[in-house]
């Protein structure tokens, strides 16, 4: 069945990189997006990958895809401390678009 | 701000009773996709529907039900609240049915969701 895996929790300082990764199973997801909780907060999309793409960049974010390992990461360049949240990855589900959601990783982000 | 807006933000309740939360879409979303966010369970689909139709089930109780009005806005019912149903509830909306497959990406926007807790 679907199923997105996440790493739990990440400390990084300000200043440096926060590369966060996911692993998903259906191989037919045709996209897959980016979401970031901040407490008491709904979730803010972040952004998305096409599954016919490697890599997009939006300012400091960066998304790589693994098709062939079902691999995807988002990289914060420059982490602020105002980065700090909990990161969502999720699949869509083309049947209906439902989003399948990892577990979250909650990014820490040291002064 | 996604554009999408829920209420009430709050809601305490205790077992047994029933409440309703009601979510409003993006304008010109016609999609309306409701998730809870447990501790036990992470975020987990419940409904969506499409332009006042149901379009798909996810692990969704029997004594949770929903509908989609003909102004687009939707309600999500709870009834027999249990303890374990305290969570955050979210909808979110798009633009599509979200079976688009290939065509386009369909972003769903979330609203800011309603923290149920039951007593």
């Known amino acids: 069945g679907e199923d997105v895996e996440q790493s739990l929790f990440l400390s990084v300082r300000e200043g440096d990189s926060s590369v966060i990764n996911c692993t998903y199973t259906?191989?037919?997801?045709?996209?897959l997006y980016w979401y970031k909780q901040e407490p008491g907060a709904g979730l803010q999309l972040l952004t998305y990958?096409?599954?016919?793409?490697d890599m997009k960049q939006d300012q400091r974010l960066t998304v790589l895809l693994n098709k062939k390992d079902k691999h995807l990461s988002l990289r914060i360049a420059d982490t602020q401390t105002g980065d700090s949240a909990i990161y969502f990855c999720?699949?869509?589900?083309?049947?209906?678009?439902?989003?399948?959601f990892g577990q979250g990783t909650e990014l820490s982000v040291k002064p | 701000d996604s554009g999408v807006t829920q209420t009430p933000k709050h809601l305490i309740t205790a077992t047994g009773q029933r409440v309703t939360l009601r979510c409003s879409p993006r304008?010109?979303?016609?999609?309306v996709y409701w998730y809870q966010q447990s501790l036990d369970q992470g975020l987990q689909f419940l409904i969506q529907?499409?332009?006042?139709?149901?379009?798909a089930k996810g692990n969704i109780l029997e004594r949770f039900s929903a509908q989609q009005f003909p102004d687009l806005h939707s309600e999500l019912n709870l009834s027999s609240l249990e303890l374990g149903d305290s969570a955050l509830y979210f909808c979110?909306?798009?633009?599509?049915?979200?079976?688009?497959?290939?065509?386009?990406?369909?972003?769903?926007?979330f609203g800011p969701g309603t923290r149920l807790t039951v007593l």
């Open positions: 979110a909306s798009s633009a599509l049915a979200g079976g688009q497959g290939l065509i386009a990406a369909d972003t769903q926007y």
């Open positions: 259906d191989s037919s997801s045709t996209y």
């Open positions: 990958i096409f599954s016919n793409m």
């Open positions: 999720a699949e869509r589900d083309n049947q209906g678009g439902k989003l399948i």
């Open positions: 304008s010109g979303d016609l999609s």
């Open positions: 529907y499409y332009n006042g139709e149901e379009r």
